[in-house]
């Protein structure tokens, strides 16, 4: 049914109708509205799941982790320090191979404390093992945890679905929420394979001394990378089933003709397809590339996508300190090493702390990369606020 709802509130009645046994909450700005509408739904009784408060996000990962290895499907939200608190366990769920779904709504971490938007937390945590699937506007990120439970059940991996803080999560817009009939003909109920019971004793997670251990990152790797086939059946089926195209890997947007291609991901995209129809009004052709599952990787659809193009430019919401943009090196890893030296892909840092992307910022970066490559960028960094002293 479409209607005109908070996305906070549009991911927690999807979350609610894909039927997980275990919620674990802990309010943290700008996650806080999920799982308070996943308590009142709970507390109707319109979904029969066991809802735990707990006293930190690190025990709402335990609880989680725990009713997952036991057969449970389920479910917790998270954002920032949140997040990082987590981080110990976060890297156990993928090791042990549990299927369970958090919401990130993505926020800036600290020190100095930020509860504004960026994507430098769930970035942090990208080699943890999670599969990570990022919004562009609260239709997608609802859709997107319906096929995030199919895809971790199928995978036996975790899954992280990104949607940026407070400019998803805040945000009202129209978002068709599916009935109940239709999540539960897309995703059938959980049959656990590998629990720990009493009546069948036996460990996850257990000590690996070195003979074993590096076989575990091994597989772990190539279940990320297998992946990929369930990630694009599951997405083709949703587009078959809900008439929408949500998920996948990748999306583009007046890509084919474009002499300039932004390649970004999360609600940013919303603003450079606007500036795009813009540039094209003027004669300009500026072409998109939407990262929507970020891990695994979508290396080769990137490459299929630009290798005829020269002249790429990378805007992100993450940096990694002492190297630069986390994205942009991996676009530039999608490329083989005998196709890089003449290929331009630039680096743009934007948006972190909440600061505002405009359309001029984003023509500034479009009209600088026409001219010449950037190593890496700042956009709309503040240089007088700067002192030298502090470099």
């Known amino acids: 049914m479409l209607k005109q709802v908070e996305g906070s509130r549009a991911v927690a009645e999807v979350v609610a109708k894909c039927r997980p046994n275990v919620i674990s909450a802990y309010p943290i700005t700008p996650q806080t509205h999920i799982v308070e509408d996943l308590a009142s739904i709970v507390g109707r009784g319109d979904l029969d799941a066991e809802y735990v408060n707990v006293e930190s996000e690190f025990s709402a990962a335990s609880v989680v982790l725990g009713a997952s290895a036991a057969g449970a499907r389920a479910y917790s939200a998270t954002t920032s320090q949140g997040?990082?608190?987590?981080?110990?366990?976060?890297?156990?769920?993928?090791?042990?191979?549990?299927?369970?779904?958090?919401?990130?709504?993505?926020?800036?971490i600290s020190a100095p404390l930020s509860i504004w938007n960026d994507q430098q937390d769930s970035m942090a945590l990208r080699d943890a093992g999670w599969i990570q699937l990022h919004a562009e506007d609260n239709q997608?990120?609802?859709?997107?945890?319906?096929?995030?439970?199919?895809?971790?059940?199928?995978?036996?991996?975790?899954?992280?679905?990104?949607m940026d803080g407070f400019i998803l999560t805040h945000a009202f817009e129209p978002v068709d929420v599916p009935d109940q009939k239709e999540v539960d003909n897309f995703l059938p109920p959980f049959k656990p394979t590998n629990i720990v019971d009493p009546r069948w004793p036996r460990g996850i997670g257990l000590f690996a001394d070195p003979r074993f251990y590096m076989e575990t990152r091994y597989t772990?790797?190539?279940?990320?990378?297998?992946?990929?086939?369930?990630?694009?059946k599951v997405s083709e089926g949703f587009a078959k089933a809900f008439g929408r195209d949500s998920g996948g890997f990748i999306k583009t947007y007046k890509l084919k003709d474009a002499d300039v291609v932004v390649i970004s991901m999360g609600s940013i995209v919303g603003t450079i397809k606007d500036l795009i129809d813009q540039l094209e009004e003027e004669g300009k052709k500026v072409g998109l590339l939407q990262i929507c599952s970020y891990r695994p990787f979508p290396r080769r659809e990137i490459y299929n996508s630009l290798k005829d193009k020269m002249n790429i430019v990378v805007v992100e919401k993450s940096i990694s300190l002492g190297r630069g943009g986390i994205l942009a090196s991996d676009v530039r890893w999608s490329f083989p090493r005998a196709e890089k030296k003449d290929r331009n892909i630039s680096s743009f840092i934007a948006g972190l702390g909440?600061?505002?992307?405009?359309?001029?910022?984003?023509?500034?970066?479009?009209?600088?990369?026409?001219?010449?490559?950037?190593?890496?960028?700042?956009?709309?960094?503040?240089?007088e606020l700067i002192s030298e002293k502090d470099l």
């Open 83 to 108: 997040l990082l608190l987590m981080s110990e366990v976060i890297y156990c769920i993928a090791g042990m191979r549990l299927p369970i779904v958090f919401t990130i709504a993505n926020r800036a």
């Open 140 to 162: 997608e990120a609802a859709d997107l945890h319906i096929q995030a439970f199919k895809i971790a059940e199928e995978t036996h991996l975790p899954v992280m679905v990104c």
């Open 220 to 232: 772990l790797h190539r279940a990320m990378e297998k992946s990929e086939e369930t990630i694009k």
């Open 354 to 383: 909440g600061r505002n992307i405009t359309k001029n910022d984003l023509r500034y970066m479009v009209e600088k990369v026409e001219k010449e490559p950037v190593e890496l960028e700042f956009l709309g960094l503040k240089k």
